[in-house]
């Protein structure tokens, strides 16, 4: 069993663009049957929102992960260490609708507060999400951005979400 520390927003002093742009993370979501699916995301931003911590997150509408995130409304991110790179890459390009890439790649589910999570990752963030919306063809006011991130118009999902609690792994 890993030994987590909590650490509150504050006191977490990682850098935001190596973490999520370089590192990547996995977005992870439950259904009530008790289902869970998981997606390599490396677009997002963690910051303050209505006085609250928050992760923004993005989700194209053809990703399985989207269903389990709005049937529950709450989404943990975790962070892992260069070691498991094939494995987020490989949750980022098969889709949970084909086969159960959890067990495939033999991540273990734990659960914080009804959220599941990794026990292999080393930083884990449990969000309830509080806002969520599909980003609109006329809000662009860049074309060029709309038309080279979005050729067949799918258009993320922005999804705001409240970080309730951040673990961090003991050495
Ligand atoms: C490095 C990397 C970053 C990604 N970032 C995102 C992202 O931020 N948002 C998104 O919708 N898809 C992103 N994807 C694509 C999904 O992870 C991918 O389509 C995945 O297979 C979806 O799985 P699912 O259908 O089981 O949800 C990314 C993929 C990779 C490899």
Known sequence: MAQWKEVTPNQWEESVFRRIS?????????????????????????????????????????????????????????????????????????SGRDEDKIAVQGLTVAHERQTPYFEEADTVMITRVLFAQPYQE???????????????????????CEIEKILVKEQ
């Open 22 to 94: 370089k590192d990547w993370m996995l977005v992870t979501a439950e259904k009530e049957d008790g289902s869970v699916n998981t997606m390599t995301a490396s677009w997002g931003g963690l910051g303050i929102m209505w006085n609250k911590p928050v992760a923004f997150v993005v989700i194209r509408p053809q990703r399985y992960t989207k269903e389990f995130v709005d049937a529950s409304g709450r989404l943990s991110l975790t962070f892992f260490g260069e070691e498991y790179r094939k494995m987020l890459g490989y949750m980022g390009t098969v």
């Open 138 to 160: 006329e809000s662009f006011l860049d074309a060029e951005v709309r038309e080279k991130m979005y050729p067949s118009k799918d258009y993320h999902t922005l999804y705001i």
